[in-house]
């Protein structure tokens, strides 16, 4: 049995319980037994910064025939076709680049090929959004959607510890997000099988404090999106 899980008792505290001719047919799934109801995580998510929330309304986006060859390295990387073994893709440049509508763009690409378990775009003009306070709980949240195997063992961290949201982003992370999609890994041949990755991809500036922080993490690929001088000269009239 995978660490972290616990036997179930079908009929555990029932009383008169018969069976006769029957058979009980239990699915190969973790499932939740008594989930949380997920009306109690509104308080310490940010819908706003799903890729496809509502008040993104017609978010930036690429434009056809833009941004094409960096576009198809970073899908390739997703689909674990090149550099493997990499887990965080950076893309970084200057301010107004178009790295907002390049992330939009491989959110929504990677959700029509199910590839996407969690968004977050962090905005400095949404209170909810402009701050890591609800960021791993946020994705969390999508993840539990996402991968109906990993739901209970989310819910679980967040019973065992309420207030878990509190702790170090190091802490919400392990707990919330690496160590059940983890269980589910080990649980599940046909994960293991395909050679299932949690990977990510963050967009930024292209600021010293970020790169010293991100060249310090091993496995961290990067990309730089800068604009066509050409372009520039036309921004500046």
């Not at 179930?8 to 190969?28: M, P, Q, T, W």
């Not at 109906?148 to 707990?175: G, M, Y």
């Not at 649980?187 to 600021?207: C, H, N, P, Q, W």
């Amino acid at each position: 049995m995978p660490p972290g899980l616990q036997t179930v008792g079908v009929f555990e505290g029932s009383r008169n319980v018969s069976l006769a001719n029957s058979s009980v047919h239990i699915e190969d799934r973790l499932e939740a037994i008594h989930p949380v109801s997920f009306s109690i995580w509104k308080s310490v998510i940010a819908p706003s910064a799903f890729h496809n929330s509502d008040e993104k309304y017609n978010p930036p986006r690429c434009h056809p025939r833009t941004r094409e060859a960096l576009l198809g390295k970073i899908m390739s990387w997703v689909r674990g076709e090149i550099d493997t073994q990499p887990l965080v893709f950076w893309l970084n440049g200057l301010v107004g680049v178009g790295k907002s509508a390049m992330g939009q763009t491989i959110a929504e690409i990677c959700e029509q090929e199910g590839l996407l378990p969690a968004s977050f775009f962090f905005s400095r003009s949404n209170l909810t959004r402009n701050n890591r306070n609800l960021f791993v709980t946020t994705l969390a949240y999508q993840i539990a959607l996402a991968v109906p195997h990993a739901r209970r063992c989310i819910e679980l961290a967040f019973e065992h510890d309420p207030v878990i949201n509190t702790q170090s982003l190091e802490t919400q992370v392990r707990k919330r997000v690496i160590e059940p999609l983890d269980i589910i890994n080990q649980a599940s041949d046909s994960i293991r099988a395909s050679g299932g990755r949690l990977i990510f991809l963050v967009t930024s500036r292209s600021e010293q404090e970020i790169a010293l922080k991100l060249h310090s993490v091993p496995m961290v690929h990067g990309g730089y999106l800068n604009v066509h001088p050409r372009r520039l000269l036309r921004l500046r009239r």
